[in-house]
T-cell receptor, first 115, second 115 residues
Framework: DTGVSQNPRHKITKRGQNVTFRCDPISEHNRLYWYRQTLGQGPEFLTYFQNEAQLEKSRLLSDRFSAERPKGSFSTLEIQRTEQGDSAMYLC?????????????FGQGTRLTVV | AQSVTQLDSQVPVFEEAPVELRCNYSSSVSVYLFWYVQYPNQGLQLLLKYLSGSTLVKGINGFEAEFNKSQTSFHLRKPSVHISDTAEYFCAVSGVQSSGSRLTFGEGTQLTVNP
């Protein structure tokens, strides 16, 4: 098991462009999370999937953000019309089980820079 | 809703000295508590967690933490640090009744171990 994989690791884009990130969770993990981490801050929850169902979205997730997990395996996070304020590290995590206490395993993140 | 306050943004220590990283939380419901470590350009790795039972929790790499309900604290300690412990440390909380293990993180404490 190679852990949670995120691609790309780095992305530089011009303001106004659309970007898409991919997350491959640990196989058989039914839960998948997206967090955003800006410099000097802790990660902030964005959204969460259980299998293919998106069960919770943060108010941080504006209409320009959309996340999918079509077959309950990998997930994509798309940001439309990027803004400089979107520059951050986007972290994906996965976990197995239904209990609240299940451990989340994090990927290495995708660092987005909007210029 | 929950919130986490990490009382020190930076903690410099010398190698082999003891260290304590402080974390206070606020919540209207019972919580689970976690400490994660993040090395440069890496994802987050779970150090330890408190779910229930003994208030003294032992984790990886010689770290331990003590849950104090009356003081709403979950401080992280290590009796003797190594250079390799230099990293960012995040305290996180999850409501026992919250869906999907959603974590609320503190802003992080940068631990720097000097020779």
């Amino acid at each position: 098991d190679t852990g949670v994989s995120q691609n790309p690791r780095h992305k530089i884009t011009k303001r106004g462009q659309n970007v898409t990130f991919r997350c491959d969770p640990i196989s058989e993990h039914n839960r998948l999370y997206w967090y955003r981490q800006t410099l000097g801050q802790g990660p902030e929850f964005l959204t969460y999937f259980q299998n293919e169902a998106q069960l919770e979205k943060s108010r941080l997730l504006s209409d320009r953000f959309s996340a999918e997990r079509p077959k309950g395996s990998f997930s994509t996070l798309e940001i439309q019309r990027t803004e400089q304020g979107d520059s951050a590290m986007y972290l994906c995590a996965s976990s197995y089980g239904t209990g609240v206490s299940t451990e989340a395993f994090f990927g290495q993140g995708t660092r987005l820079t909007v210029v | 809703a929950q919130s986490v306050t990490q009382l020190d943004s930076q903690v410099p220590v010398f190698e082999e000295a003891p260290v304590e990283l402080r974390c206070n939380y606020s919540s209207s419901v019972s919580v689970y508590l976690f400490w994660y470590v993040q090395y440069p350009n890496q994802g987050l790795q779970l150090l330890l967690k408190y779910l229930s039972g003994s208030t003294l929790v032992k984790g990886i790499n010689g770290f331990e933490a003590e849950f104090n309900k009356s003081q709403t604290s979950f401080h992280l300690r290590k009796p003797s640090v190594h250079i390799s412990d230099t990293a960012e440390y995040f305290c996180a909380v999850s409501g026992v009744q919250s869906s999907g293990s959603r974590l609320t993180f503190g802003e992080g404490t940068q631990l720097t171990v000097n020779p």
